[in-house]
């Protein structure tokens, strides 16, 4: 797109400042129902349902957890078992050894380190092996202290394309959009934006006509 255009459009939809509110507002009125897709019932099924969506579909890791929860209940249940056990039990989630891996080690820092809970800010979530920036969000938004906000494929592409943030990034939008996103907003606004981008804002085929923010948007086709 050339940049007269985007400096065009930029300037036909206003600051982001003045946007970001209606841009919450509206889709979380058109999303009702964004949620996390994992399904769990516990903190620890929730942090291990999260590592383990790493590379593959939320539907795909709900298959497998239905199963591997109802066998592993608390963290000693995973290192009860061999590593060759544990990988058959999560191979439908794909990569399936370093997966293991990662489990084990967390469950052995969970029991040494935490009295067998989840912990639950960034820092002590950073520590677990295979816990990386995105998971440690996801989790800790979850367990309602969220600390930072999500960025997927999708809050990535949304970002961009509404012009709340021009970094590739994903440290760096995460950055942008704390400074931009109301603190209350942090847990849903990610939420918010992959269903968005699931349902309307397609990567390939944005339907612009049908969305609700198109007139807050510098990227609508519309
Ligand atoms: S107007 Fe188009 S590009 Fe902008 S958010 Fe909506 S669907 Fe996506």
Known sequence: MPRSYIH????????KRARIRPIIERLAVEHQDAA????????????????????????????VTE??????????DYLAVPQEELERDIYA?????????SLRGT???LIEEFDGEVPRTLPELLRLPGVARKTANVVAAEL???????????VRRLSQRLGLTKQEDPV????????????????????????????????????????VVNDLCPSSRV
Request: proline share 6%.
């Open 172 to 211: 760096k939008i995460e950055r942008d959009l704390m400074k931009l996103v109301p603190r209350e907003d942090w847990g849903r606004f990610p939420h918010l934006l992959i269903w968005h981008g699931r349902r309307v804002c397609d990567a390939r085929r944005p339907r612009c006509e049908d969305c």
């Open 93 to 101: 989630t794909g990569f399936y050894r370093q997966k293991a891996r």
């Open 8 to 15: 065009e459009a930029r300037k036909r939809v206003g600051p």
């Open 107 to 109: 469950m052995q820092i």
């Open 144 to 154: 309602g202290h969220p600390q930072g906000i999500v960025v997927d494929t999708h």
């Open 36 to 63: 996390i897709a994992l399904e769990f019932t516990r903190p620890l099924e929730l942090l291990v349902s999260v590592m383990l969506s790493a590379q593959t579909t939320d539907v795909n890791v709900n298959r």
């Open 67 to 76: 199963k591997l929860f109802a066998k592993y209940r608390r963290p000693e």
